[in-house]
């Protein structure tokens, strides 16, 4: 209902964002220059970070930036079953028929792998999201499908990303052979204070208005009550300009966004 009354020609929050549209916050640049160094070493990355906090657009926006015919990449967002399970979902992806024989499956995939890199001249970069589901015997099958030549070759890329509960994870004794492998591991925190007005101010230029519709102390209890995390700006940001077009208000203020939050708790 507030597209009209703020004259947008879209919702200025959604989560239908092109990649090359996102918000280019500090945060989200350092994460693609890691990422950038870790496909080339293709060796095995970590991304951490709170729920909403941009670590799934920052992978779509590395994997859009690869060439399509330098790079295969296999993207897992279901990280809670067994290995079994993981290696059916890496074979779907690889385009391969699914053997019942896990290690008949482990097999099948490292082969592949293998003729992508030699034969097609493809490097694989597999994207594990959610990765603080996995399970520890799922952790060790991952590194061992890293694992060529006798640990001497690189051919599989390996992201994985999840919560901070997941850097935890690997730095228990029982991950310690895969933890001495990651080569590059990045937290992603929240858009900063500074960061936020930006932020708002670009998403509604997409929306089709350079108006100002947040108010500074409005933006400012925003940002204390989503520490940043641009879901919950989102969120937030959405509800707030409801609460403004209800009272035919020309911008959000402090009080449209006290109404609001009771919306987002």
Same mark, same amino acid.
């Given at each position: 209902?507030?597209?009209?009354?703020? $004259?947008?020609?879209?919702?200025?929050?959604?989560?239908?964002?092109?990649?090359?549209?996102?918000?280019?916050?500090? *945060?989200?640049?350092?994460?693609?220059?890691?990422?950038?160094?870790?496909?080339?070493?293709? +060796?095995? $990355?970590?991304?951490?970070?709170?729920?909403? /906090? +941009?670590?799934?657009?920052?992978?779509?926006?590395?994997? !859009? /930036? =690869?060439?399509?015919?330098?790079?295969?990449?296999? %993207?897992?967002?279901?990280?809670?079953?067994?290995?079994?399970?993981? %290696?059916?979902?890496?074979?779907?992806?690889? $385009?391969?028929?699914?053997?019942?024989?896990?290690?008949?499956?482990?097999?099948?995939?490292?082969?592949?792998?293998?003729?992508?890199?030699?034969? !097609?001249? #493809?490097?694989?970069?597999?994207?594990?999201?959610? $990765?603080?589901?996995?399970? /520890?015997?799922?952790?060790?099958?991952?590194?061992?499908?890293?694992?060529?030549?006798?640990? /001497?070759?690189?051919?599989?890329?390996?992201?994985?990303?999840?919560?901070?509960?997941?850097?935890?994870?690997? +730095?228990?004794? *029982?991950?310690?052979?895969?933890?001495?492998?990651?080569?590059?591991? %990045?937290?992603?925190? +929240?858009?900063?204070?500074?960061?936020?007005? =930006?932020?708002?101010?670009?998403?509604?230029?997409?929306?089709?208005?350079?108006?100002?519709?947040?108010?500074?102390?409005?933006?400012?209890?925003?940002?204390?009550?989503?520490?940043?995390?641009?879901?919950?700006?989102?969120?937030?940001?959405?509800? #707030?300009?409801?609460? *403004?077009?209800? @009272?035919?208000?020309?911008? @959000?203020?402090?009080?449209?966004?006290? *109404?609001?939050?009771?919306?987002?708790?």
């Amino acid at each position: 209902m507030y597209r009209k009354h703020f $004259g947008l020609s879209r919702h200025p929050f959604g989560k239908e964002i092109e990649t090359e549209d996102l918000f280019h916050s500090t *945060a989200l640049e350092e994460l693609e220059i890691r990422l950038g160094h870790l496909v080339e070493l293709r +060796g095995i $990355g970590l991304v951490t970070g709170e729920s909403g /906090s +941009g670590k799934t657009n920052g992978c779509r926006k590395m994997v !859009a /930036s =690869l060439h399509a015919g330098l790079y295969r990449v296999l %993207y897992v967002p279901l990280s809670t079953g067994n290995a079994m399970d993981l %290696y059916k979902t890496i074979a779907w992806e690889l $385009g391969l028929p699914t053997e019942r024989n896990r290690a008949a499956l482990y097999k099948q995939i490292r082969a592949e792998v293998t003729r992508l890199c030699q034969e !097609a001249r #493809c490097r694989p970069v597999l994207i594990v999201d959610e $990765g603080h589901h996995l399970r /520890s015997d799922v952790l060790e099958d991952l590194r061992l499908l890293t694992n060529y030549a006798m640990d /001497s070759d690189n051919r599989l890329c390996l992201l994985l990303v999840g919560h901070p509960e997941l850097r935890r994870r690997l +730095g228990l004794a *029982a991950h310690e052979a895969l933890s001495q492998r990651v080569v590059v591991r %990045y937290h992603m925190g +929240g858009l900063t204070r500074e960061e936020l007005p =930006l932020y708002l101010r670009h998403l509604l230029k997409l929306a089709g208005t350079e108006l100002p519709l947040f108010e500074p102390a409005a933006m400012e209890a925003i940002f204390q009550s989503t520490s940043g995390l641009p879901r919950k700006v989102n969120l937030l940001a959405h509800h #707030c300009l409801m609460a *403004a077009a209800l @009272v035919k208000a020309k911008a @959000v203020s402090i009080e449209h966004v006290q *109404a609001a939050l009771p919306e987002v708790s």
